[in-house]
């Protein structure tokens, strides 16, 4: 199992611990926070957008050309911008942080 810490915009953290293969998005639903997904996974909204910690980033596989347009359109942007629903996780993520954009919660 593969731990993840979700840090929230309210200074609180979640974590739980999925299987291989979950994304960032399936994990964050597991987790109990609120991100938003509208479209599902599919890659049309942004909405899962999330900012991975630093010293995380760069062990991600690079996004897709897709996945970069997508993050051109995402509110509060930054170098460490990845959409949740497009990265899945492995073993050498165990233990990933990764902060919750106010914007990227449901109801915001
Ligand atoms: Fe819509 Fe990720 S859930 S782009």
Known sequence: MIDIRFRLPDGSERRVAVAAGTTLLDASRDASVDLEGACG??????TC???VDE???DKLPPPSAEEEDMLDLATDWRPTSRLGCQVKLNDGLNGIT???PRSSLLGT
Request: with cysteine; hydrophobic share 55%; charged share 5%.
């Open 41 to 46: 996974g599919n890659m049309a909204c942004a």
């Open 49 to 51: 957008h999330l900012h």
């Open 55 to 57: 010293g995380w980033f």
């Open 98 to 100: 990764v902060d919750v």
